[in-house]
């Protein structure tokens, strides 16, 4: 395997030799890469003198100080021009270790990126000052509290699989400073690479100081808030597509759906979109997620029917093989970045499924059926039942004719007036009680196991599960 250590250079003139002396003890199959920004210290000039007696080392100079963030970025994507398999980076102050590399390399083969981390051996930052510390710790906990990441996510001493992960994926890292190491790790954990880490002791730097301008600390926490917000009302934006998205020639290119999708991407209804995703966070997924373990088993093959943007899913992506099917194109390209582990995202109408019969173990609908007349519903519901496997399972979130929400959207169309644009397509068959659900299930096939409307909801939708049954 091509394997590269990428390091970023500013005045890092003193430690150059003494770091390639340690690198070479190791006796690696490695090249080098420094990526200097030009440095007056005259580090470029000892990496060249150095390049010359040996042609693993490369040099990548860049026009100005840009960053240790984008000179991480600038090396990634050299690395993966001249076709590397793995890379490390390091710093060059000496503060990381060559004997840690093989131990880093050795975690790549059954993760995706391993990371050195500070936080599993007591010792790891000892000789480091009391400012240094408390800054790394404080970091440590803000990323740990605000992304969900329980790694070592500031450091750059780290090893990843190129071979493993798409180029794209770095394209998707806005920052070219020290934010950099988080945002990537984010991104990366957001598209589902395994991670792992490995302890290493840091000694302090011997020569030179640190390059950290003092306003950083702030910046980053800036980034780290930016990053969380967009985490619950934006996940799509750290998704890096890997499901391939086809459009079908045979959907109408313009429906209600469409229109909808497309104003999502629009920062208006602001207030309305804040409520309904704290909603489908703080009810709906965790309620899905339980049905979902309740009816499922791990692996089944399950459809998710009018998937929309997939914020939901998100929790139940690595338990169930979902493939997701949506008459808009527009949602399906955020669902596919908002749940990369999805099994597939089809463009198709709910009504036409592509698949063969008997496809699924199961399927869900959160929000679809309300949309539909009742004879709609009928050829909805008959064609679940062809791709269900007999005796799979159905779960159905059906709003409710006396849902609080249908209140509150009441009270919006009348304050907004008749003129302002809808906040989704009309609810035309909201759910009436439990009878009603059943009679009309048992008309397609189904047999209907549990209904519940109740406070566990706010009282929105009726939560309906449901078995194919043949006669
Ligand atoms: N190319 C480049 N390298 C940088 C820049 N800022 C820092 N570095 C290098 O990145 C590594 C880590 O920087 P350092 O000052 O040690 O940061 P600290 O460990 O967080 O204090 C060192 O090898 C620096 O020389 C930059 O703007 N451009
Ligand atoms: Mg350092």
């Given amino acids: 395997m091509k394997t590269l250590v990428l390091i970023p250079t500013f005045n890092e003139r003193e430690n150059i030799s003494q770091l390639l002396t340690l690198l070479e003890a190791e006796a690696l199959d490695v090249d080098v890469l420094f990526v200097d920004d030009g440095s007056p210290d005259g580090t470029e000039l000892e990496i060249k003198r150095l390049a010359e007696i040996n042609p693993r080392i490369h040099l990548l100079q860049r026009g ?29 102050d000496l503060t990381h270790l060559p004997a840690d590399i093989p131990s880093l390399l050795t975690a790549l083969t059954d993760s995706d990126v391993a990371i050195g981390t500070r936080y ?22 803000l990323t740990r509290f605000f992304l969900g990441l329980p790694y070592d996510c500031t450091g750059a001493f780290r090893a990843y699989r190129l071979d493993k992960i798409s180029e794209d994926l770095f394209k998707i890292v806005h920052s070219p ?17 395994k991670i792992s880490e490995i302890p290493i002791s840091l000694p302090p730097r011997t020569y030179g100081s640190s390059k950290m301008p003092p306003a950083e600390p702030f910046r980053g926490i ?4 930016r990053m969380a917000l967009d985490r619950i009302l934006l996940p799509e934006r750290f998704g890096c597509p890997k499901l391939q998205l086809a459009p079908n020639p045979n959907l109408a290119p313009s429906d209600g759906w469409n229109a909808y999708w497309e104003r999502s991407k629009e920062s208006g209804n602001l ?3 804040s409520i309904a995703t704290i909603y489908r966070r703080a009810v709906i997924a965790p309620r899905l997620t339980r049905e979902i373990h309740n009816l499922f088993h791990q692996g089944n093959a399950v459809l998710h029917a009018g ?13 169930i093989k ?7 194109l527009q949602a399906l390209d955020i669902y596919r970045r908002c749940v990369p582990l999805a099994s597939a995202a089809v463009h198709a109408s709910v009504f036409e499924l592509p698949f063969e019969s008997n496809a699924f173990d199961g399927a869900y609908h959160l929000g679809v059926i309300e949309h539909f007349g009742p004879l709609e519903i009928g050829e909805f519901l008959r064609e679940l039942h062809r791709v269900i496997k007999p005796g799979g399972r159905l779960l159905i979130f059906w709003p409710h004719q006396r849902a609080t929400s249908v209140f509150v959207l009441k009270i919006w169309h009348h304050i907004a007036g008749k003129g302002a644009a809808p906040l989704h397509p009309p609810e035309i068959s909201l ?7 059943a009679k009309i299930l048992k008309s397609s096939g189904f047999q209907m196991d549990s209904y519940s409307f109740g406070i566990r909801d706010f009282w929105i939708q009726a939560v309906i599960q449901a078995t194919r049954v043949d006669d």
């Fill in 222 to 225: 800036n980034h780290l808030c």
């Fill in 177 to 193: 400073s020290y934010p950099f190491f988080f945002e990537s790790l984010f991104i990366l954990h957001h598209n589902g690479f």
């Fill in 64 to 92: 100005g100080k840009f960053g240790i963030g984008s000179a991480h970025r600038d090396g990634i994507q050299w690395a993966y021009a001249n076709r590397f398999d793995r890379l490390v980076t390091m710093d060059c």
């Fill in 322 to 328: 979902i493939t997701a099917v949506d008459s808009s």
């Fill in 431 to 437: 759910a009436k009680d439990k009878n009603s659900v």
């Fill in 307 to 319: 998937s929309g943007s997939g914020h939901v899913d998100r929790s139940i992506q690595s338990f």
């Fill in 120 to 141: 599993r051996s007591p010792k790891s930052l000892e000789g480091w000052n009391w400012r240094r510390k408390c800054l790394t710790r404080t970091a440590h906990l």
């Fill in 271 to 273: 207030f309305y979109k």
